[in-house]
């Protein structure tokens, strides 16, 4: 089955820097590939996703870019609030599999006012 | 539109106890999941669903059991509670069509305790 790994475990950042997180997946039939943020105690929520027909898709502060070919996935946040702190997920899906998603193990970003 | 709903929101169970947990989406979607996330973990599949009359197994079905007899509710199942079920459960769901993935939509999730 897919394996979706997730760095760094942990980011701190300070307010109004660059956050990074990179994902990389396992199996070349995924297809969809979103990104969604938890915070303590609540749901997880989409905040943006890509198709592998997509290099790159920007939201606001918010890029993911697609690298289909090493297999690997990005997330940047630009200009951090204190408001962006949370535990953000990436995860892949293939339409030949239900469309389950698989989910990485998560990314604790903190950033300091 | 209420989106996803879950209940309960928390439940401590005995060990060798039985619960059904209620998922319930009114948004018409096809596709149904269900995760559970241990603490400071990823979500790992238990089961999902395709459509009405449909499951299949996910990452960990050990433990657990689903049906779907309707487009709206997809129950979880716990028979025989272990501590190892300690977790919390998240019931998602999403619209598919032409085969390609689309936002999964999250319930409150259910915090269960086995003790």
């Known amino acids: 089955g897919e394996n979706v790994e997730q760095h760094p475990s942990t980011l701190s950042v300070q307010e109004g820097d660059s956050a990074v997180i990179k994902c990389t997946y396992s199996?070349?039939?995924?297809?969809?590939f979103p990104w969604y943020k938890q915070e303590l105690g609540k749901r997880p929520q989409l905040i943006i996703d890509?198709?592998?027909?997509?290099g790159e898709k920007k939201d606001q502060r918010i890029a993911v870019t697609l690298n289909k070919t090493a297999k690997h996935f990005s997330l940047h946040i630009t200009e951090t609030q204190p408001e962006d702190s949370a535990v953000y997920f990436c995860?892949?899906?293939?339409?030949?599999?239900?469309?389950?998603?698989?989910f990485g193990g998560g990314t604790r970003l903190m950033v300091k006012p | 539109n209420a989106g996803v709903t879950q209940t309960p929101k928390f439940r401590i169970l005995k060990i060798g106890q039985s619960m059904t947990l209620q998922c319930a989406q009114d948004?018409?979607?096809?596709?149904m999941y269900w995760y559970r996330q241990d603490p400071g973990m990823g979500l790992k599949l238990i089961y999902y669903?395709?459509?009405?009359?449909?499951?299949d197994k996910g990452e960990v079905p050990n433990g657990y059991n689903v049906s779907r007899s309707t487009t709206e509710d997809f129950p979880l199942r716990l028979e025989l509670a272990a501590p190892s079920q300690t977790s919390v459960y998240f019931c998602?769901?999403?619209?598919?069509?032409?085969?390609?993935?689309?936002?999964?939509?999250f319930g409150q999730g259910t915090r269960l305790t086995v003790v």
């Open positions: 948004m018409n979607h096809n596709y």
């Open positions: 995860a892949a899906s293939m339409s030949n599999a239900g469309n389950m998603l698989t």
């Open positions: 199996d070349s039939a995924s297809n969809y």
């Open positions: 998602a769901s999403s619209y598919n069509s032409q085969g390609d993935g689309t936002e999964a939509f």
């Open positions: 669903s395709v459509g009405a009359g449909i499951t």
């Open positions: 890509i198709r592998s027909n997509v």
